[in-house]
């Protein structure tokens, strides 16, 4: 379940919908999971409601409808969640470096690995919908350059005052629903496949998305994926 940000409050609110939403969303899961025999069940909450004024509220209505508690992350316990998840993945275990990106709606996480220890973990808010919201004046319509110029710029100084360190020598990890598409939209062009054996995307393919995406109406570009 993901609650996007809006044009409302600051800070934002989650929407009476979205709350009923999210906890359908928890009981399925949770139900879902019963046959497993799960010992211990936690649930997490990440940028958006980290960020919303009424977290206390969302909080208290799954607490009261499926009796269990929620753990509302801080930037940096996320961004140490994934890596925690990408520390378990056998197809990781014997790579000396790994710089890792995780894009989310409201965050990017960024966590490098050095002989399967942490030496970074930051979390900057530099989501996907929030830096839509922030810097696309009209998402229905094209992307004008000025708008992704100013967009690439705020990228850049928060990157750079986070201390984002990105190592050279490092194979990049890019997690998060973003890759997700990306993969999708290459396997409907006969660019690898989106469930096969190699899960590389080269920096040539996302440019190559990148400038056939902006200049598209949004109808056009969501039904690419």
């Known amino acids: 379940m993901e609650e996007k940000w809006g044009h409302g409050p600051i800070p934002p609110l989650i929407s009476q919908q979205t709350i009923e939403a999210g906890i359908s969303s928890i009981v399925s899961l949770l139900e879902g999971m019963e046959r ?47 890596a925690a998840g990408l520390q378990s993945d056998p197809a990781f275990r014997h790579e ?24 970074q973990a930051i979390s900057t808010e530099l989501g996907a919908v929030r830096m839509t919201q922030r810097f696309i004046q009209n998402p229905q319509n094209p992307i004008i350059e000025e708008e992704m110029h100013a967009l690439h710029k705020h990228t850049l100084e928060v990157l750079r005052e986070a201390g984002v360190q990105p190592r050279i020598t490092a194979k ?4 998060g629903g973003g890759f997700t598409i990306t993969r999708r939209i290459l396997a409907m062009r006969g660019v690898g496949k989106a469930s096969g054996d190699s899960p590389i995307i080269s920096v040539e393919n996302l440019r190559g998305i990148f400038e056939n995406l902006y200049p598209m109406l949004w109808n056009e570009r969501s039904n690419l994926s």
């Open 36 to 82: 497993f025999q799960p010992e211990r069940i936690q649930l997490v909450a990440t940028s958006a409601v980290r960020d919303a004024a009424n977290q206390e509220l969302f909080a208290k209505a799954i607490l009261q409808r499926t009796g269990q508690s929620l753990q509302i992350l801080s930037g940096h316990d996320e961004a140490l969640g994934i």
């Open 96 to 119: 000396s470096e790994l710089s890792v990106f995780d894009i989310g709606g409201g965050s990017l996480e960024h966590i490098n690995f050095q002989s399967g220890k942490i030496t």
């Open 172 to 175: 990049a990890v890019g997690t």
